[in-house]
């Protein structure tokens, strides 16, 4: 919290505007057809209170979207961007939503996470928001594993990252504790 704080308020001195990547992270398996209309809600209500902050902070930052589901089936994961870092102004409501197939929740955080990584590094004016939707435990990834999934959001933690995970339907605290994920 305090590299972000610092990242921000140097920008304002510097009359920089700060980049805000938010990456939003939805379980898109089976087990979350039964939460299909409040996990929309939810992300439309994130998607509404990060437009808020870019009209508020308009002077300071600039915030951008990615939105990321995932699920697992007969074929592997299936980790897709719907939304690819647009500027929150272009975003539309989120509609686009099919719950099916498994869990693979390490996979879909590490992919996601690498990627906007890979994206943001050179940019010293970037910080990340990291909010993960699931309702379940991991139960199919293949590419990574808790450990180090772990140590790479320590890593992003020690750069000023922010994570945020939002769970339902399983033991939530067990699973952010072995992520190094604190708001829950």
Request: hydrophobic letters at 35%; proline letters at 2%; charged letters at 20%.
């Amino acid at each position: 919290q305090n590299l972000k704080t610092n990242i921000i308020t140097e920008n304002i001195m510097e009359n920089k505007k700060a980049h805000i990547y938010n990456l939003i992270i939805v379980d898109e398996s089976g087990s979350m057809s039964y939460l299909k209309k409040a996990t929309m809600n939810g992300i439309n209500s994130t998607i509404n209170t990060i437009r808020k902050a870019q009209k508020e902070f308009v002077n300071t930052q600039v915030h951008t979207l990615s939105l990321v589901t995932f699920s697992s089936g007969s074929g592997g994961a299936k980790v897709q961007a719907v939304i690819n870092n647009e500027p929150i102004s272009q975003v539309k409501t989120f509609k686009d939503y099919t719950p099916n197939g498994g869990t693979p929740l390490y996979d879909a955080i590490g992919f996601s996470l690498s990627t906007l990584y890979n994206y943001i590094k050179a940019d010293k004016d970037a910080t990340a928001v990291v909010t993960i939707l699931p309702d379940g435990l991991e139960n199919s990834s293949t590419d990574w594993t808790v450990d180090a999934l772990r140590s790479f959001i320590e890593k992003l933690k020690a750069e000023g990252w922010s994570f945020s995970y939002m769970g339902s339907d399983h033991d939530v605290k067990q699973v952010t504790d072995v992520l190094s994920i604190e708001h829950v």
